[in-house]
């Protein structure tokens, strides 16, 4: 039996083939959308994927503003930060949040899902929100998804 023909490949910067894909966020609910998301940014979806190595795809969210929490999340979910000052500690709701930046709802959930290291750091740079249906990334010649 040939040995060579079962060897574990595994991928590294130069062996990966990354692509930019569109996803339209309206009237999808926000942890089902940011969970799919954030398999394809950490290239689990693809059949070469290495845990260590940054083998996802660029992902471009576009309607932003339209994404759905089911429930009461929308009212009663808080998002917590602190500012480093003794009773700094700050809640926000999604409606609130949405209100102000309505891309942060996307990109906090996402964030989430992806590991708490160096290359969950660099992963997230590889997510793009936007709020209405354009994106300055037409260079990129982005194929569409739909989740």
């Known amino acids: ?42 290239g689990k979806n ?7 190595v940054d083998c996802g795809d660029n992902v471009i969210v576009i309607n932003a503003d339209k994404v759905k929490l089911t429930g009461n999340k929308f009212s009663e979910k808080e998002y917590i ?4 000052y003794p009773g700094g500690q700050r809640f926000i709701s999604p409606k609130e949040l949405m209100a102000k930046h309505p891309t942060r709802v996307i990109e906090k959930a996402v964030r989430g899902m992806l590991p708490k290291t160096k290359l969950g750091a660099k992963l997230y740079t590889n997510l793009f929100v936007y709020a209405g249906p354009e994106h300055p990334h037409a260079a990129q010649s982005p194929k569409t998804i739909t989740l």
């Open 1 to 42: 039996m040939n040995t060579l023909s079962y060897k574990t490949v595994s991928a590294n910067a130069k062996t990966v083939n990354k692509q930019w894909v569109v996803v339209d966020a309206q009237g999808e609910i926000l942890g089902r959308l940011s969970s799919k998301i954030a398999m394809i940014i950490r």
């Open 46 to 52: 693809k059949p070469e994927y290495t845990p260590h």
């Open 81 to 84: 930060s602190y500012t480093g």
